[in-house]
T-cell receptor, first 108, second 112 residues
Framework: KNEVEQSPQNLTAQEGEFITINCSYSVGISALHWLQQHPGGGIVSLFMLSSGKKKHGRLIATINIQEKHSSLHITASHPRDSAVYIC??????????FGAGTILRVKS | DGGITQSPKYLFRKEGQNVTLSCEQNLNHDAMYWYRQDPGQGLRLIYYSQIVNDFQKGDIAEGYSVSREKKESFPLTVTSAQKNPTAFYLCATLRTGNYGYTFGSGTRLTVV
C-alpha cells in the first residue's frame, strides 16, 4: 500500500462545478503540500499546510491531522483548472512522499 | 523574486549520451533535491544534498550523478547507464525549519 493515496485518480467535471480531491496518508507528517501540474509538466505549488484550512482564490485546502487526510476543493471550476493535482506529505525528518496525482479535466 | 530555475523546460537527447539538467536557486536554502516522475506514478527521490560538497542517494539513484560545489547549484547528470531516462525531472529546495519545500517547474527529458 502506498504511503500517500489520492482519490479519485481521474475526474471530469463540467465548468462551474465544485470539485474535491482527496489525499490520505499513513505516516506521521509535519506538513502537506498540494501541487498543480499543467500539461507540458510545469509544477506550481498551491498550498503548504500543517493544520486547519487555507484559501487562495477559488482554491481551498483542508487537513485533518488526526484522520491523516487532506482535501483540495475548487469552487466554480473552469477549463483552465484542468491539470494534475499532486499531494505530497513531509514526513518527520523532512522526507517528501508524493501521491500519484489526480488528473482533472473541466469541460466547458 | 527568489526562486528555483530549471532549464531547459524540454530537452531531447540521443540514446547513449550523458545529459546534465540544471537546477539553480537564489533562496539561500541549504537542502536541494532531485525527483523523477513517470506516467501514473508519484515523484520519486533520485538524490539530495543538505550542504555544499555533500549529497546522498535517494530511492532511485542508479544511472544518475550529482554535484554540489556551491549552495546555489545542484546539477543532475543522467548517464548512459540509466536504462529508462525519458521522464519528467523536478528540482526542489528546503529551508531549514518547518517552512516546507519550494519547487522548480521541472524539465521534461526525452531520449530518442
Amino acid at each position: 500500500k502506498n504511503e500517500v493515496e489520492q482519490s479519485p485518480q481521474n475526474l471530469t467535471a463540467q465548468e462551474g462545478e465544485f470539485i474535491t480531491i482527496n489525499c490520505s496518508y499513513s505516516v506521521g507528517i509535519s506538513a502537506l503540500h498540494w501541487l498543480q501540474q499543467h500539461p507540458g509538466g510545469g509544477i506550481v505549488s498551491l498550498f503548504m499546510l500543517s493544520s486547519g484550512k487555507k484559501k487562495h482564490g477559488r482554491l481551498i485546502a483542508t487537513i485533518n491531522i488526526q484522520e491523516k487526510h487532506s482535501s483540495l476543493h475548487i469552487t466554480a471550476s473552469h477549463p483552465r483548472d484542468s491539470a494534475v493535482y499532486i499531494c505530497a506529505v513531509m514526513e518527520y525528518g523532512n522526507k517528501l512522499v508524493f501521491g500519484a496525482g489526480t488528473i482533472l479535466r473541466v469541460k466547458s | 523574486d527568489g526562486g528555483i530555475t530549471q532549464s531547459p523546460k524540454y530537452l531531447f537527447r540521443k540514446e547513449g549520451q550523458n545529459v546534465t539538467l540544471s537546477c539553480e536557486q537564489n533562496l539561500n536554502h541549504d537542502a536541494m533535491y532531485w525527483y523523477r516522475q513517470d506516467p501514473g506514478q508519484g515523484l520519486r527521490l533520485i538524490y539530495y544534498s543538505q550542504i555544499v560538497n555533500d549529497f546522498q542517494k535517494g530511492d532511485i539513484a542508479e544511472g544518475y550523478s550529482v554535484s554540489r560545489e556551491k549552495k546555489e547549484s545542484f546539477p543532475l547528470t543522467v548517464t548512459s547507464a540509466q536504462k529508462n531516462p525519458t521522464a519528467f525531472y523536478l528540482c526542489a529546495t528546503l529551508r531549514t525549519g518547518n517552512y516546507g519545500y519550494t519547487f522548480g517547474s521541472g524539465t521534461r527529458l526525452t531520449v530518442v
